[in-house]
Structures are given as C-alpha cells and as structure tokens.
C-alpha cells in the first residue's frame, strides 16, 4: 500500500511536528510521507494512530493531505459547482481550500461562473488532480433499470453522429440514440436535467432513452398537433403520410412512424381525410 493522490485512505501518524503531523501508508513507515496540516489535525492523536485523509496537491504542486471531504474522489462522478472561469480554463468548487481546475479541452460545453455541472476527477500527464466532463469511461455501464421504466438524468454531452449522452441518476451510462434526436429532444442542451423512458436495455448493460411519452398520451397530443399544422394550411395538409421522412420530420418535428401513428388515430376517429398528396381537416 502506496500514498495515493486523490483518494481516501487510512494512513499512520509516524511523526508530529509544530506545524502539522506527518502520515505513512500502514507497513511503510519509513518510506514515503505527506504532511497533514496542524488546522486538519483532530486533538489528541498521537504517533501510530490512523487518520482516515484525502490526498491531494496544493498551490506549490506538494502532496498533501487533509481531513476534509472532497466532493469526489479519483474516477468517480460528483455535481460541482463553478467558481471561476480564467484564459486557462475553470476552477471547480469541491470542497477543498484548493479549486479543482477543470481545462478547457475537457468541457463538453464552455461553463460559466456560477453553473453546476457534472465533472469527474483524474490524474492529467503532470501528475495532477483535474476534472473532466467527458464523463462516459466513468460512469456504471450497467443498473437494475428495465425497458419502459422511467428515469431522470443530466445531459453531459451531445455529439451529432450519436446522440445526447445522460447520466442517469448522475451515475449510470445511457444514450438518446440520434434516431431519438426530434422534437423536445431536438433542443436539449448539455447539462439539461430531463426524465425519459428505457427505450431498450443493450446486452454490455447500457440504455438508450426516449425523451418522448409513450402511448395514448403521445398519440393524442401528436394528433393535435397536426390538426393545428393542417390549419396553419387553411385545412389541407400539402403531404401525406407517404411523405419521405426529411419532409415529415423538418415540418412536423416527428418521426415517420410517430406521424402515421397520429395521422391512423386522427383518420380512424374521422377528424381528416387523406388524399392522394394532402391530408384534409374532416371537418370541413
């Protein structure tokens, strides 16, 4: 057992000193030591005692230790907030004298003073604790959730080729697939708080989302939805549910089969009639 920059340990207290104590990992008492500042100290300690520290660097790039809580730990996902934004990159609240620096090519969105967002911590090359918000190799891969259940998480990152990446619970890995990009999910934004639906849980554990509805709900406001389109077209719809789905897509905001399935709704209750190449308000 080592001194292990950013985790919680169980050290052995092996020298006091005016300023602070001196801890070693249990075995190597001789070896290697970090200083554990005399205002971490808790009264009445004594050498060969255990003092349960966190490990990190401070202003003059020291390891150090200290008997606060960070916010995380190394590998692991925390909400943290943003104290301040510099030309370097930002400076993270994390429950440490000491700000946790978040660089600019690990933001997955420029963040702004004040914002709360999801960072984990690792070691960059220099030997230093930073944090990062490409969140996806440190989160669960797996969790007992099922197909249709309901879940909440924060959007951490979104990439055009594959979808917006949410961390469930803020801990679980999930994806709205880019096919699931429409409508509501069409405006989100990383670090959006939103509740979607298990669309499909994938063999390695991992989910993918549905921001939508599903079911009777969703068709009925689908549906009313294109009433409302076909009357912005003073009643005639100019394209059917034969449509390509570019067309239906960029003028509806829905997927094909999510606009047959309100269209089928609308034509079976009697409320449009289909045309050739229009969709007709029935009620006209």
């Given at each position: 057992?080592?001194?292990?920059?950013?985790?919680?340990?169980?050290?052995?207290?092996?020298?006091?000193?005016?300023?602070?104590?001196?801890?070693?990992?249990?075995?190597?008492?001789?070896?290697?030591?970090?200083?554990?500042?005399?205002?971490?100290?808790?009264?009445?300690?004594?050498?060969?005692?255990?003092?349960?520290?966190?490990?990190?660097?401070?202003?003059?790039?020291?390891?150090?230790?200290?008997?606060?809580?960070?916010?995380?730990?190394?590998?692991?996902?925390?909400?943290?907030?943003?104290?301040?934004?510099?030309?370097?990159?930002?400076?993270?609240?994390?429950?440490?004298?000491?700000?946790?620096?978040?660089?600019?090519?690990?933001?997955?969105?420029?963040?702004?003073?004040?914002?709360?967002?999801?960072?984990?911590?690792?070691?960059?090359?220099?030997?230093?604790?930073?944090?990062?918000?490409?969140?996806?190799e440190y989160l669960d891969a797996s969790s007992s959730c099922k197909k249709d259940d309901t879940v909440e998480g924060t959007v951490y990152n979104i990439l055009d080729a594959f979808g917006a990446y949410v961390a469930v619970d803020d801990h679980i890995s999930a994806l709205i697939p880019r096919k699931e990009m429409y409508g509501e999910a069409q405006k989100l934004k990383v670090g959006d708080r939103i509740t979607a639906r298990v669309a499909k849980v994938l063999e390695d554990?991992?989910?993918?989302?549905?921001?939508?509805?599903?079911?009777?709900?969703?068709?009925?406001?689908?549906?009313?939805?294109?009433?409302?389109?076909?009357?912005?077209?003073?009643?005639?719809?100019?394209?059917?549910?034969?449509?390509?789905?570019?067309?239906?897509?960029?003028?509806?905001?829905?997927?094909?089969?999510?606009?047959?399935?309100?269209?089928?709704?609308?034509?079976?209750?009697?409320?449009?009639?289909?045309?050739?190449?229009?969709?007709?308000?029935?009620?006209?």
């Amino acid at each position: 057992m080592s001194l292990r920059l950013g985790e919680n340990q169980s050290l052995i207290l092996v020298k006091q000193v005016d300023f602070g104590v001196y801890l070693a990992a249990p075995g190597e008492e001789a070896g290697e030591r970090v200083l554990l500042p005399a205002k971490q100290v808790p009264g009445g300690v004594v050498v060969g005692d255990r003092l349960k520290v966190f490990l990190y660097r401070d202003s003059e790039d020291r390891m150090i230790a200290t008997t606060a809580k960070p916010a995380m730990t190394l590998g692991h996902v925390a909400r943290v907030s943003v104290a301040q934004v510099t030309k370097m990159g930002a400076f993270l609240r994390w429950g440490l004298e000491k700000d946790l620096f978040l660089p600019f090519r690990e933001q997955t969105v420029r963040v702004r003073e004040g914002d709360s967002i999801l960072a984990a911590l690792y070691i960059d090359k220099s030997s230093r604790l930073c944090a990062t918000m490409n969140l996806y190799e440190y989160l669960d891969a797996s969790s007992s959730c099922k197909k249709d259940d309901t879940v909440e998480g924060t959007v951490y990152n979104i990439l055009d080729a594959f979808g917006a990446y949410v961390a469930v619970d803020d801990h679980i890995s999930a994806l709205i697939p880019r096919k699931e990009m429409y409508g509501e999910a069409q405006k989100l934004k990383v670090g959006d708080r939103i509740t979607a639906r298990v669309a499909k849980v994938l063999e390695d554990g991992r989910l993918e989302l549905a921001v939508r509805d599903k079911g009777y709900a969703q068709r009925e406001e689908d549906a009313e939805r294109i009433l409302a389109l076909i009357g912005s077209y003073d009643g005639v719809l100019p394209f059917n549910d034969k449509a390509s789905p570019e067309v239906i897509l960029r003028e509806t905001g829905m997927s094909k089969a999510q606009f047959k399935r309100a269209v089928g709704k609308l034509l079976k209750e009697g409320r449009i009639e289909i045309g050739e190449k229009t969709i007709r308000d029935g009620s006209r």
